[in-house]
């Protein structure tokens, strides 16, 4: 079983790799990584693993910022000295939560669930059920969105919008006709609302349509300058750090 540890002291990261293969010899740890940066990184350029052991508070920010970059098809087992984090630690795929210190009877406790879930699914690959399972619950998008035009509300087609935009606190919508439409909706409830293979949110201010993207620029910070259909208020840039990912929804990946 190919496991990642996410844990910025790199002392606590080696007991736990310890710990993992003396209750199991086949676990392999495929990677110790210590920061957000790293990991997402990490988790854009490589096959992800089946089990990932996270701590939550690392050096440049918390990993629930990683899990919101990076599309996971795994489980995770949380491992931190603070116990706030729970109720948003079971937003993300937590199938365990382990207040330090960790012992070896926590992270088994933490392994026969993963294994009980496993077994559960009746499937003959490690980690496979579990994986299968989480790519088969997929909420039910909009098709449609209510918008306000004067005096009359009116419903545009999701596969019809181009952008979404956040202008300080007002969510403007634009059609690939160009049509102009305001929204009460916050571009966070519009990203949960609809399908991630035909929206990406580019920024903080964008969510996009794959059918409006014209062309992508590649800039010597290694960010992307996205080019769209119609006109934008300002220029799309997309990071460096999400540059991988957006690249791989551009052309169509899960």
């Not at 910025?8 to 993992?20: F, G, K, M, V």
């Not at 039910?140 to 306000?148: Q, R």
């Not at 300002?234 to 540059?243: C, D, G, L, T, Y």
Request: glycine residues 2%.
């Amino acid at each position: 079983m190919k496991v990642l540890i996410i844990e910025d002291e790199s002392r606590l990261a080696r007991q736990l790799a310890d710990i993992l293969i003396a209750i199991n010899p086949a676990i392999e740890v495929v990677a110790m990584l210590e920061s957000v940066e790293q990991s997402v990184h990490w988790l854009q350029t490589h096959t992800q693993p089946q089990l990932i052991f996270s701590d939550i508070q690392l050096a440049d920010g918390i990993s629930f910022d990683i899990y919101q970059q990076v599309r996971l098809q795994c489980p995770i087992v949380f491992c931190t000295a603070f116990d706030e984090y729970l109720m948003n630690a079971f937003d993300t795929n937590a199938i365990s939560y382990l207040l330090k210190p960790i012992t070896a009877a926590k992270v088994k406790g933490a392994l026969d669930k993963f294994t009980a879930l496993q077994q559960s699914f009746q499937q003959e690959k490690a980690g496979h059920a579990l994986q299968q399972a989480l790519q088969q619950i997929k909420p039910a998008y909009k098709t449609s969105l209510l918008v306000n035009l004067r005096e009359k509300i009116i419903p545009v087609q999701i596969k019809d919008i181009a952008y979404c935009y956040l202008d300080n606190t007002v969510i403007e919508l634009c059609t690939l006709q160009q049509q102009k439409y305001f929204t009460t909706n916050s571009l966070d409830e519009l990203e949960k609302s609809v399908n991630p293979q035909q929206f990406y949110r580019a920024n903080r201010q964008f969510l996009i349509n794959r059918q409006a993207v014209s062309n992508v620029e590649r800039l010597f910070s290694r960010k992307l300058a996205v080019q769209l259909v119609v006109d934008t208020p300002e220029e799309v840039m997309v990071s460096k750090i999400k540059a991988v990912e957006f690249l791989q929804w551009l052309e169509g990946g899960e």
